[in-house]
């Protein structure tokens, strides 16, 4: 099947693209940096089975794209990648016909947890012949999943929530040039140990890096920072 990645953020697209590309079933063919790109791609691409979307884009707004991808290409699949914490866009994606919303910054394990649950759907409403019961329609309705249901506080590693998580990485979204652990502290509210644990799991999940700054006396300065092209 083929995919295609709509993200502003040349970084974070190679992350998602690396990320599918890991599952066999799955070829992606293309990448947009902007909403006009990703619907040219989509009209010179009428095949696509799976759009991996963001919704911020600097040259359309996010419903006026989502509708209009709807509308040319009813039968696309489509997954949110978004920072979005706006509960009607998540309504509008429901009535969309959106498979699944994944809000930034995303756990890796959630990401293919979602994707893994994906395929088994396509697998199983593709097979020929196939019957379903009431569990299946439930599930692929909306109302289940084919693994075990987890939250997302049940996904990420212990000492880590998704509350502060998201503060920690909404805190680093509003400075170009990052974030110590001290500044971190101070914005966030939260102890340096705490600030130090939830920097180095973005880290390690790869929605952000560290730089030195040797432009200070004594130690090096260790700065944090979200990934960029």
Do not use: W
Request: glycine residues 6%; positive net charge; charged residues 30%.
């Amino acid at each position: 099947m083929k995919a295609i990645i709509a993200e502003d953020d040349y970084r974070v697209a190679m992350i998602h693209k690396e990320y599918l590309n890991s599952y066999r079933e799955v070829v992606v063919v293309g990448h947009a940096l902007k909403g006009t790109e990703l619907l040219s791609q989509l009209q010179k691409q009428p095949d696509i089975d799976l759009l991996l979307l963001d919704l911020y884009f600097p040259d359309i707004s996010r419903l006026e794209l989502l509708q209009k991808v709807r509308a040319n290409h009813p039968k696309l699949d489509i997954i949110i990648v978004s920072a979005s914490d706006d509960a009607s866009m998540l309504q509008q994606a429901k009535r969309q016909g959106v498979y699944a919303f994944l809000k930034k910054p995303v756990d890796v394990r959630l990401f293919r947890e979602t994707i893994s649950d994906y395929l088994k759907e396509r697998a199983f409403l593709s097979e020929p012949g196939q019957t379903f019961s009431n569990s299946d329609a439930k599930r692929v309705l909306g109302g289940g999943k084919y693994s075990q249901a987890k939250s997302v506080d049940n996904l990420l590693p212990s000492g880590i929530d998704a509350i502060t998580l998201d503060r920690v990485y909404t805190a680093l979204k509003g400075e170009q040039n990052g974030l110590t652990i001290e500044e971190t502290c101070e914005a966030v509210g939260v102890s340096r140990t705490t600030a130090r644990r939830y920097l180095e799991h973005l880290v390690r999940e790869q929605h952000i890096r560290t730089h030195l700054n040797y432009g200070v006396i004594g130690r090096p300065e260790r700065r944090y920072m979200l990934k960029r092209p």
